[in-house]
């Protein structure tokens, strides 16, 4: 099996904790996080098949720049709580339209919706395979 066939069926995508690798488990971490503070459109994006900058993007939408804050924090305070990681960059929380929070085998996109639209990650990474975070099932969702 090729490992992007894994990515084939967002349903079928980390079907069991114990089978998830460090970068899965990352990626989910930081898109729960995200979803916590009622973070927009969140998606994954896979890229260990097309690029060799991370495993995965999690990309996601704040409303506003005091929401796009409350995101990235909330990612590094589950990141760090969970996983026992701190980013190894962070790049625009003085001006909170686009944070960027690089922990390695996965970057976070925290992104204003006019950000977001205007530079199009997904568009620029289509050839990565997309993962909806709200497709995948409740007890990936959860981590239950």
């Not at 720049?65 to 990612?75: E, F, G, L």
């Amino acid at each position: 099996m090729r490992e992007t066939d894994r990515f084939d069926n967002a349903t079928a995508l980390f079907p069991n904790v114990h089978e998830q690798t460090d970068s899965e488990r990352l990626a989910l971490t930081i898109a729960r996080a995200a979803d916590d503070r009622k973070a927009g459109d969140i998606i994954l994006l896979y890229l260990r098949d097309v690029s060799y900058l991370a495993d995965f993007f999690t990309v996601a939408t704040g409303y506003s720049r005091a929401q796009v804050k409350a995101i990235a924090d909330s990612i590094q305070e589950r990141v760090a709580e969970d996983l026992h990681q701190q980013p190894l960059r962070v790049e625009g929380q003085s001006d909170r339209s686009w944070i960027l929070l690089d922990y390695g085998d996965a970057i976070a996109h925290v992104m204003l919706e006019e950000e977001r639209e205007f530079y199009n990650i997904e568009a620029f990474w289509g050839h990565a395979d997309r993962i909806e975070f709200a497709a995948l099932p409740d007890c990936v969702r959860t981590g239950a």
